[in-house]
């Protein structure tokens, strides 16, 4: 009798453990059932303290945010954007979960400018274009980090770099299409150094259009021309 | 306790909500594992050894934190947790039990030197303390356990626009945080800016008296010599990545040699499919040892990946299938 009550008092509490267990599990389950299907991971620099005092001499230091499509704005935010992109958003880095991470650069305790990547589709795998922007939204930087090609020298060189330097959302929300490759004005002027990577090259091109008009649409470049009711100062 | 612990931290994490902007991140993981091993006879639902804490059936999170003053970045908390089913069924029928694991846990802070962190984090050795590789099916020298993947203590870094300095003084014991007289002290110099120059070459020195865990589990209470010199090369380019990694010395005591190599081509343009293959050689004790392994991977969504596995061990003579679905996305 002992043993049987031992048995059957055994039993219950694994069957009440196991409830326990089941239960947070189901509330996990539950939690995370209602976010978005899409996701992905964003853009980061390798070491911001490194990168940051390369890329923006003048700071001394930043603070990192980290913003989303779906939280900004859903899905209005995204036709909004893939409209003034000129194509559609697509595959793994161009989902509306994507959290980008912008920096805000300060000096001393003055807010200066702003550091932001994107991830975008290249020749050998997704290649990360970071843009340096001042307050007014103009290209104080342009970066590669991530690209694997072997000419990925020549785009990380600076003297590729430095044909961005001055060149505003504007250049190239009016003057580049995304689609076609096709440029004019400013944005016409920016050369391919390595024709064997045309490939990246529009993806560099592609990924400076969609960076600036990220930007603009969190609401960071207050100065720079947007659409109507578009960006608000931060 | 570690497991109510586990449980109320995920509920917390899981009731914050990323604001507009926000200064933290979020993930949520689950896998499943199912395979077959030819040692065994039978199928098996881990991808290495029951004891060991990857790759098993598991719910987790992911949180990453930033902490910010008026002029910018002060400090970074990062946790990672899971609750991991272990199937046990190395002797007879499945041992079925729920595991709390934690994994990152760290709070980083910035100084005007280097960085500085404390908690559970990568040790400064071999291609293990940059190279994350937590999810994958395939093993670094550290998940085979020469070494931990992730360690309790402290540790200090810095970038250089050459390369980076590391170092890290551990508890030498892995997983669970253990008091035996266990300690490790491993220093990594690397040359190559991996995400600029698609080429990083590390050497690493580790010296301590560590404990033989796996997982969990304590295998043997006494610590043991570690002394030991690695050299680890990561190589990118085009669709093709190259990593390596060697150690010589001495671990728990017993004179080891260990090595591998990975290959992994990207199939695609935008990273979806992905096969590798990897040969490791160790000998440790007078005993050698050798495994070929080789994995294809398909991101099927952003969120969701798809890995098939297979390994073979010269000493068991196992062969070894694997399948894993992971999954990983911002809540």
């Known amino acids: 009798m002992k043993t049987r009550s031992w048995l059957l008092g055994n039993f219950f509490k694994k069957i009440i453990a196991f409830s326990t267990k089941a239960s947070i599990l189901t509330l996990l389950l539950v939690l995370t059932g209602y976010t978005a299907a899409w996701s992905a991971v964003g853009c980061d620099l390798n070491d911001p303290d490194r990168d940051v005092a390369r890329l923006f001499p003048e700071s001394t230091g930043y603070k990192t945010i980290y913003v989303a499509v779906d939280r900004k704005g859903g899905e209005p935010l995204l036709a909004k954007i893939e409209t003034r992109l000129g194509d559609k958003f697509r595959g793994l880095y161009e989902t509306i979960d994507v959290p980008y991470t912008i920096y805000e650069i300060f000096s001393n305790k003055k807010k200066v400018g702003y550091i932001h990547g994107v991830n975008q589709k290249g020749q050998f795998g997704g290649i990360q274009v970071f843009l340096v922007l001042d307050l007014e939204g103009r290209v104080k930087g342009f970066y590669i980090q991530k690209m694997t090609s072997q000419y990925a020298g020549k785009l990380r060189d600076a003297k590729f770099g430095r044909q961005f330097i001055g060149l505003t959302l504007k250049d190239f929300e009016l003057h580049y299409d995304v689609i076609s490759g096709k440029a004019s004005g400013k944005v016409e002027a920016i050369k391919n150094p390595a024709p064997e990577a045309e490939a990246d090259f529009r993806a560099a091109l592609r990924a400076t259009k969609k960076n600036l008009i990220l930007m603009d649409e969190f609401g960071y470049l207050f100065q720079a021309v947007s659409s109507p009711g578009g960006p608000q100062k931060p | ?331």
């Open chain 2, 1 to 331: 306790m570690m497991f109510k612990t586990l449980a109320i931290c995920i509920s917390l994490l899981c009731l914050t909500n990323i604001g507009q902007a926000a200064d933290h991140l979020l993930y949520f993981e689950a896998q499943g594992i199912a395979g077959y091993s030819s040692e065994l006879k039978k199928p098996i639902y881990y991808s290495m050894n029951p004891d060991a804490e990857m790759q098993k059936p598991s719910l987790g999170f992911d949180y990453l934190k930033r902490f910010s003053g008026e002029s910018g970045d002060v400090a970074t908390f990062a946790l990672q947790g899971r609750l991991a089913l272990t199937f046990n069924g190395e002797n007879g029928p499945n041992d079925v039990t729920l595991e709390p694991q934690i994994y990152n846990a760290y709070l980083k802070v910035k100084t005007p030197g280097p960085y500085m962190w404390i908690g559970h984090n990568r040790p400064a050795f071999g291609l293990s303390s940059y190279f994350d590789s937590h999810g994958l099916l395939l093993r670094t020298l550290a998940i085979q356990g020469f070494g931990y993947d992730r360690d309790w203590g402290v540790g200090a870094y810095k970038d250089f626009s050459w390369g980076d300095i590391s170092a890290s003084v551990t508890t030498g014991s892995g997983m669970p945080v253990y008091a035996k007289g266990n300690y490790m002290t491993a220093a990594r110099a690397s040359y190559g800016v991996l995400s600029q120059d698609n080429v990083n070459l590390g050497f690493s020195l580790g010296y301590g008296n560590t404990l033989d865990t796996m997982g969990y589990k304590l295998r043997d209470g006494d610590p043991r010599l570690m002394k030991l010199a690695g050299v680890d090369l990561t190589i990118l380019r085009n669709r093709f990545e190259h990593r390596f990694d060697f150690l010589a010395g001495r671990w728990l005591g017993e004179e080891t040699y260990a090595l591998f190599y990975r290959l992994g081509v990207n199939l695609d343009s935008e990273g979806r499919l992905k096969v590798e293959g990897q040969p490791t050689y160790w000998k440790t004790g007078g005993v050698e040892n050798y495994q070929m392994s080789f994995c294809f991977s398909v991101l099927a969504t952003s969120n969701l990946t798809v890995r098939l596995g297979y390994t073979f061990d010269h000493i068991t003579n196992d062969n070894r299938v694997l399948l894993q679905l992971y999954y990983y996305r911002p809540i």
